[in-house]
């Protein structure tokens, strides 16, 4: 199927930003949420952000007060911003779109984060 596609990652030193953008596949309205996952090296994906069609956001503890969620309805885009990046956010993020006929996933967008 048509899946999301994400853009914005690299190379950042510590302490870093860095904004990750997800143009989504179909109407937000649809869309019953979005997110950002990743997947570090030797470990298993793990939720980052998501964010429900009304609104509702949920971050995984590990990027609270660093990430922020958010959307633009008319450009169809979900965004992560990144700040006070630490290595240990050095991961592939993938984009999701969760519907009510199942979930679909962009391709990833590496990001990597120096000491």
């Known amino acids: 199927q048509v899946q999301p596609v994400e853009s914005g990652g690299g190379l950042v030193q510590f302490g870093g930003s860095l904004r990750l953008s997800c143009v989504v596949r179909r109407n937000i309205a649809s869309i019953s949420n979005m997110g950002w996952y990743r997947q570090a090296p030797g470990r298993s994906r793990e939720l980052v952000a998501t964010?429900?069609?009304?609104?509702?956001?949920i971050y995984a503890d590990s990027v609270k007060g660093r990430f922020t969620i958010s959307r633009d309805s008319a450009k169809n885009t979900v965004y992560l911003q990144m700040n006070s990046l630490k290595p240990e956010d050095t991961a592939v993020y993938y984009c999701?779109?969760?519907?009510?006929?199942?979930?679909?996933w962009g391709q990833g967008t590496q990001v990597t984060v120096s000491s």
């Open positions: 964010i429900t069609r009304g609104g509702s956001i």
């Open positions: 999701k779109e969760g519907t009510i006929w199942g979930d679909y």
